[in-house]
Structures are given as C-alpha cells and as structure tokens.
C-alpha cells in the first residue's frame, strides 16, 4: 500500500498538506525499507488526523479528511511491521487515534494504562517520540 494506490480525491488531499513523502519515508535505511510503506502511509494518517482538528474547515472537508485516515488505517492494519520502526508506527498512529478518556490519565482502567504504557514503550524503541 503506497499513497499512489489511494483514490485521486484523496491524494490530492494528502498532497496539499506535504504528506505526499514523509520524512521517515526519504530517511528509511535499507534495514527498515521493508516498512517504509507501512511508515509512510502512518506518518500521512497521523499528520492528516491532525490537519482535520484545525478550525475553520467545513464538515465536508473534515469528514473527507478523516473517512481518508480511516481507509489509510484499514490499509496499515494488514501490513505486518517487520522493525521496530514500523511497529512504533503503528504505535504512533494508535496513540494519534486512541487518546483514552480524552488523554486523561486519571480516567484509564488498568487495561488503558497498560496500552499507554505499551504504546510508549513502542514509540520509544521505534526511536521516534
């Protein structure tokens, strides 16, 4: 799965914010290479997740934003991370996704506690904060 293989609506989105090729895509070593899609794909969901929080879009534009993270995580669920630099991908993606309680820490039950930790955990060895 590569942003070229999204529907032209939604490239064209992806585009207009420059998350057409992420950073970790063009920095990807030959040792991550095979996550380089699943890395670049999760990088453009996060920064287009974050882009349809901004005010001033319609609820058009938001909608279409967020329908695109939504086909972009159904393609990232079925890419397996084969590094460490792709799981904490997908850890970034899930903690962009699922801030529990609204990030509220105090609101966690232990299961929510134990994947924020995880999730960290993840992140951090990923060597990405």
Known sequence: MSLRSLPPSRRAILASLGAAVPAAAIAATPEDASDADLIQVADAAIALFERAGV???????????????????????????????????????????????????????????????????????????
């Open 55 to 129: 005010c001033g879009l319609s609820d058009d534009e938001r909608a279409a934003m967020l329908s695109t993270v939504d086909e972009m995580i159904g393609a990232i669920v079925v890419l397996p991370a084969t590094t460490q630099q792709g799981l904490a991908a997908k850890a970034r993606l899930l903690r962009t996704e699922y801030p529990a309680k609204g990030g509220r820490a105090e609101c966690y039950d232990p299961a929510e506690h134990l994947l924020s930790s995880l999730l960290s955990d993840l992140i951090r060895q990923g060597g990405r904060a």
